[in-house]
């Protein structure tokens, strides 16, 4: 059960039972998210590792497609190349 302040509160016009407003779960959010740890997972300098794999895959996929490897093998590669970029993205627009 979670405690929620009685200022987050709001009471139906009926008199029924007090239910959390839409502001109530705000601070539970904040706490989870107010550590350290939390905090360093979030940094920008991650987006530039997930990227720096991205390119990796992307040369590999490069490299492969010049010694004629099967395409699958090379899509497998630009496809993992895309997932990283994609994660360095999201670093750099949501964390910290």
């Known amino acids: 059960m979670v405690c929620v302040p009685a200022t987050l509160l709001r009471v ?3 008199g029924g039972p007090a239910v959390p407003g839409p502001a109530a ?13 939390v905090r360093w997972f979030q940094s920008r300098h991650w987006g530039w590792w997930y990227l720096c794999i991205g390119l990796g ?3 590999l996929a490069i490299v492969h497609l010049l010694q004629g490897a099967g395409i699958a093998a090379v899509a497998v590669r ?12 999201m670093q750099f627009r949501f964390g910290r």
């Not at 779960?25 to 740890?37: P, S």
């Not at 895309?82 to 360095?88: K, M, P, Q, V, Y």
């Open 12 to 14: 139906p016009a009926a």
């Open 25 to 37: 779960h705000l601070h539970l959010r904040r706490r989870q998210v107010d550590n350290g740890l």
């Open 57 to 59: 895959f992307l040369l």
């Open 78 to 89: 630009i496809a993992v190349a895309a997932g990283f970029a994609l994660l360095g993205w």
